[in-house]
């Protein structure tokens, strides 16, 4: 069954683990302060710390108690939701001040045309918002690769290591699990993505990672390449 649709990961699969590691996140954990004492009573700001002040039980009022929740989070590498939209508006900022560029590996790009010319959907699936993905792939080092993808997908789907939140990916698609490829450098992504029935592929970045990839390929049943260059799509 030819795969018409691609969904990939980004950290540690179409871009390094330590820009986001080492740039991203010590930039959030600076600037979360300073960026809510700012804009705490724009709408979007406010709205997001209401429903963050009704899934922590901090008041309202308590701005800085909300700040040192977040900057907690962010420390523990937290997934919440609320913490990743406040985070896409202030990398916002910085990507628009030109303050750094999102890193991609140099094999993805030409990959990426390349599965688009052949007719075949491309979307992202991470953590982050999407609106900090958009932000991620307008201000790569590769220039904007918006383009090459046709939708996002966040925490918003569900657990990443859940079956259900792949299934719900593929409705959102529109396409039988089975037409749809999964690109993850996270096992357990991998094997959720699977047991939906989706196909997988786990890349394995020797930069990224100390796991051995002929000892992994011999314990898995996911395909295992290095680089985009080397996925089988059909």
Excluded: C
């Excluded at 709408?43 to 710390?49: S, Y």
């Excluded at 002040?53 to 977040?70: A, K, N, V, W, Y």
């Excluded at 750094?100 to 982050?128: C, I, K, M, T």
């Excluded at 900090?132 to 925490?155: E, I, K, P, T, V």
Aim: aromatic residues 10%; without cysteine.
């Amino acid at each position: 069954m030819k795969i018409a649709a691609i969904v990939m990961d980004i950290e540690g699969t179409t871009s390094g683990i330590g820009f986001v590691q080492n740039v991203l996140y010590p930039y959030s954990l600076k600037h979360i302060g300073p960026f809510l004492r700012e804009h705490r009573e724009e709408r979007d700001v406010a709205r997001v710390l209401v429903r963050l002040s009704d899934s922590t039980g901090i008041p309202l009022h308590d701005l800085e108690g909300m700040i040192r929740q977040l900057q907690q989070w962010i420390r523990d590498d937290e997934k919440d939701p609320e913490l990743k939209t406040l985070q896409g508006m202030i990398w916002e900022k910085a990507y628009k001040q030109g303050l750094f560029q999102a890193h991609v590996y140099p094999d993805v790009p030409e990959v990426l045309q390349h599965w688009q010319q052949e007719e075949r959907n491309l979307y992202v699936f991470s953590y982050g918002s999407v609106k900090a993905q958009q932000l991620f792939f307008r201000y790569s080092d590769h220039g904007d690769m918006r383009l090459l993808f046709s939708g996002y997908f966040d925490s918003s789907m569900g657990p990443r290591h859940d079956l259900d939140t792949y299934s719900r990916i593929a409705s959102s698609i529109a396409l039988p699990a089975q037409r749809i490829l999964f690109i993850s450098d996270d096992r357990q992504e991998l094997d959720a993505a699977a047991a939906a029935g989706m196909r997988t592929t786990w890349v394995i970045r020797p930069q990224d990672t100390s796991l051995d990839v002929e000892r992994v390929r011999l314990k898995t049943s996911h395909p295992v390449v290095t680089s985009f260059e080397q996925v089988q799509v059909d």
